[in-house]
């Protein structure tokens, strides 16, 4: 959850005003489902599941929407084709360059 609301500050320093926080996979399509976020910005480990099953369910039923993953791990993106990965403990530029990189967002 630390995490999560550090990279909510870093979205709202960035302009973004609408944030929503999954647990888990299905918590994150659900989510995605009834707003269609302009960014995913997932952590590769969550609580329940992992931030990879969450993207590829919300691309595979909402299509393309811009994303990136935060992780300690970057090993477990070893088989990703991520558009951008931003690592722990997270560098503001760095993530500030994943979101203009990925969203069009500086």
């Known amino acids: 959850m630390i995490i999560a609301l550090e990279v909510q ?10 944030f929503d926080i999954a ?5 994150a399509l659900d989510q995605a489902t ?11 480990r969550i609580l329940r599941g992992t931030g990879i099953e969450a993207v ?7 299509g ?5 993953y935060v ?6 993106l070893a088989d990703e084709q991520a558009p951008a990965i931003v690592e722990k403990p997270i560098n503001h ?5 994943a979101c203009l990189r990925v969203a069009g967002t500086s």
Do not use: C, W
Not at 56 to 62: E, K, M, N, P
Not at 64 to 68: K, S
Not at 93 to 97: E, L, N, P, S, T
């Open 64 to 68: 393309e929407i811009p994303y990136f």
């Open 34 to 44: 009834r707003r269609r976020p302009d960014l995913i910005t997932a952590d590769v």
């Open 9 to 18: 500050h870093l979205l709202e320093e960035l302009g973004y005003r609408s």
């Open 56 to 62: 590829r369910a919300i691309t595979a039923q909402l």
């Open 23 to 27: 647990d888990s996979p299905q918590d």
């Open 93 to 97: 530029h760095q993530f500030a360059q």
């Open 71 to 76: 992780t300690g791990n970057r090993d477990m």
